[in-house]
């Protein structure tokens, strides 16, 4: 195959290296792409592939219209539209594949080149990851090599003289992006909406219903980065509260606020906080929901790019004006220590100790059994309370991912039977328990633990630190936090039994191989992408302007920014234009004084070319012009003198400027 490969014509050389190429532009997106679409991308390289291969025709105009037409009609009936930023990248692609079929000129290839190019951006539309820019890097320097080729003399030039002269253009093309990258106006992004695929997997929902998973798969990816100010707080201290859940069909919590079930009254906030405030920094991942993430109790609101407006519930949860699509950084001022909610019982608790009728029977009986025994009758909530939690630490109950599918009556089968689930079943069945006593209860959702990362040391919370907690409301303390997981499994809110995500094949062996150099690998790779997060990907509008004032700026604004891009792009300019008279300086003077007689001789029609000497273009002169060229025919005799005869001799070489004096007055011929 390899020597074939090598007695292949120039074109066909050519055509499958640029299909290579565009292979490598379509991976990444294949697990975003419609099966359908990658499946026949595929096929269309690979076609394209063999006819180069094997030098046979390429298919009529008549193929490539059906396969559009096939192709526009199945993207309609999988987007239900043809516009927007699925639809738009799936035509993108197969328009891009279908080109290929009728890559027969320069011009077809050149088309093919610049969508090439544009399916190449597409993929940030999906990705801002450091590996889908090192992979689009690659794609970029294989596109430019294939251009640069396109452009090469005829013959079979190799590919890696292409190549090189690709990554010089790249190199040289650098210092102009990255002064785009700092200066040009950062505008926010048109595309680039994740969308939620967080269902069967450990992270938040709007919503929680409980029981309906069979079993929970971890996901390790980073949710959020924190950099505490100081030493950060002990792990089982760390919950970063998310959505309120406090209404409860018997399957389904939702927030109290939700469409589909209103709340009827308006309870007081109540917030105080006391003491010292825990100071820290929030790198967010894409959500696609408008939560912000913050420890208990944050009353002032976090300090977010411009462009985002924030807002606090009465459920302590912040929230912004829109969803977050993007990387994003902020500051935040957390109290530890505070309270909220009502101090006394009030209307409009009831409706936290609602329960849906003809649901978890044997709960209730439980509920009316606490309520009557003596130990805890006249002790009032936190007995109870303590109660719910000795019988989770005493009663047999385990913490695991693989409760199996519950039925109708969750809180029964959890406290009765199964005796084990995850943090959802934990903390649905406790707040059930809680209001069958007649005790308001409401679940918190959120992310709760964490670990440092060795190299940065950043604390990282991923996807499986997603948690579900509780809140009971007391009489004179209002809101106050338990966490029933806590109970059952004491090491899930603390530092020495956290669940660990499933890892492949090759990454269990290589971690039972070396665990410390596995986990220090890992700790690296994350360290180097929350750098390209804080310095690339969060390289915000803000930071823009932080910029001109360490210029000297006391109040930058957007004009100020253009006018120093301005200033800038002229300086640059200027620098350029010095460099190329200075370089112009540079070169021989008695070559460009040669070359400009040269240029003078050819229009009057004495062809020359680069290896012809001042002497024989005298002979040329005499020969054409006889005693009438004698003048030209001795200035360029001089002219070789000056250049060689005197160097031979060992002497002085005349001065070249009387032979430029002399130029001016000499009758050219034509």
Not at 51 to 73: C, D, K, T
Not at 169 to 181: E, I, N, Q, S, T
Not at 291 to 320: I, K
Request: glycine share 8%; net charge positive.
């Amino acid at each position: 195959m390899l020597a074939r490969l090598q007695t292949l014509p120039r074109e066909a050389r050519d055509t499958l290296f640029l299909l290579a190429v565009i292979a490598w532009v379509l991976l990444p997106q294949v697990s975003e792409l419609p099966w359908w679409c990658s499946a026949l991308a595929a096929g269309m390289l690979l076609w394209r592939g063999r006819l180069a291969f094997s030098a046979r025709a390429l298919p009529g105009r008549w193929w490539l219209l059906g396969l559009l037409v096939i192709s526009v009609g199945a993207t309609l009936l999988t987007h239900r539209t043809l516009l927007g930023r699925d639809a738009g990248v799936t035509l993108i692609v197969i328009l891009l594949a279908l080109k290929t079929l009728e890559l027969r000129a320069k011009r077809d290839a050149f088309v093919v080149f610049f969508l090439s190019f544009f399916t190449m951006l597409t993929n940030f539309f999906y990705s801002q990851s450091l590996l889908t820019a090192f992979s689009m890097l690659v794609a970029l320097l294989g596109l430019l090599t294939a251009l640069v080729n396109a452009h090469m003399p005829v013959g079979k030039p190799p590919l890696l003289q292409a190549a090189k002269t690709a990554g010089w253009m790249a190199l040289l093309g650098a210092p102009v992006m990255v002064l785009l990258f700092v200066l040009f106006p950062r505008l926010a992004p048109l595309w680039g909406v994740p969308s939620d695929a967080m269902t069967g997997r450990s992270g938040l929902s709007a919503t929680m219903q409980v029981g309906t998973i069979a079993s929970l798969a971890l996901d390790s990816s980073i949710a959020m980065r924190i950099a505490f100010e100081g030493r950060p707080p002990p792990q089982r201290e760390l919950y970063f509260r998310g959505p309120v859940l406090s209404s409860f069909d018997g399957r389904e919590w939702r927030p109290s606020s939700s469409s589909r079930f209103p709340s009827r009254y308006k309870l007081p906030d109540n917030l105080s906080v006391l003491g010292e405030a825990l100071r820290y920094e929030v790198t967010l991942e894409p959500t696609s929901r408008p939560w912000l993430f913050v420890m208990d109790a944050a009353a002032e609101s976090p300090s977010l790019p411009s462009g985002y407006r924030t807002r606090m519930n009465s459920d302590l949860q912040w929230l912004t004006d829109r969803p977050i699509t993007d990387l994003i950084r902020y500051q935040v001022k957390s109290h530890p220590v505070f309270r909220h909610g009502p101090d006394k019982r009030e209307v409009g608790l009831q409706e936290f100790v609602e329960l849906p009728s003809g649901f978890n029977p044997r709960t209730l009986a439980l509920a009316a059994e606490l309520r009557t025994d003596p130990r805890y009758a006249r002790a009032g909530t936190p007995a109870l309370v303590q109660a719910a939690m000795d019988r989770l630490r005493t009663g047999g109950y385990t913490y695991t991912l693989e409760p199996g599918v519950y039925g109708a009556n969750t809180a029964d089968e959890f406290w009765f039977d199964r005796k084990e689930g995850f943090c959802e079943h934990i903390a649905s069945a406790f707040v059930v328990l809680m209001r069958a006593m007649d005790i308001p209860a409401r679940i918190v959702t959120g992310y709760q633990g964490g670990e440092t990362n060795s190299v940065d040391g950043f604390w990282v919370l991923r996807q499986s630190d997603a948690h579900a907690w509780t809140e009971v409301w007391q009489a004179g303390q209002g809101w106050v936090r338990v966490d029933p997981t806590s109970a059952v499994s004491p090491g899930r809110t603390g530092a020495f039994q956290r669940l660990a995500a499933p890892q492949g094949v090759v990454g269990q062996a290589f971690g039972n191989f070396s665990p410390t150099l596995a986990a220090q690998l890992r700790a690296t790779w994350e360290a180097v992408n929350n750098r390209w997060n804080q310095w690339i990907l969060n390289y915000t509008q803000g930071k823009q302007l932080e910029l001109l004032k360490d210029i000297g700026f006391e109040s930058p604004s957007w004009e100020d920014l253009a006018y120093v891009l301005i200033g800038v792009v002229v300086l640059v300019s200027l620098a350029g234009a010095a460099w190329t008279l200075w370089d112009r300086t540079q070169h021989d003077p008695w070559l460009r004084l040669l070359g400009r007689a040269r240029r003078r001789l050819g229009k009057a029609g004495l062809a020359s070319h680069a290896a012809t000497s001042p002497r024989q273009l005298a002979q040329q002169v005499m020969q054409r012009y006889g005693s009438e060229g004698q003048a030209l025919h001795d200035w360029l005799l001089q002219l070789e003198v000056q250049r060689y005869a005197a160097a031979l001799a060992g002497g002085t070489p005349p001065r070249l400027a009387p032979l430029k004096k002399q130029y001016n007055q000499l009758s050219w011929p034509g």
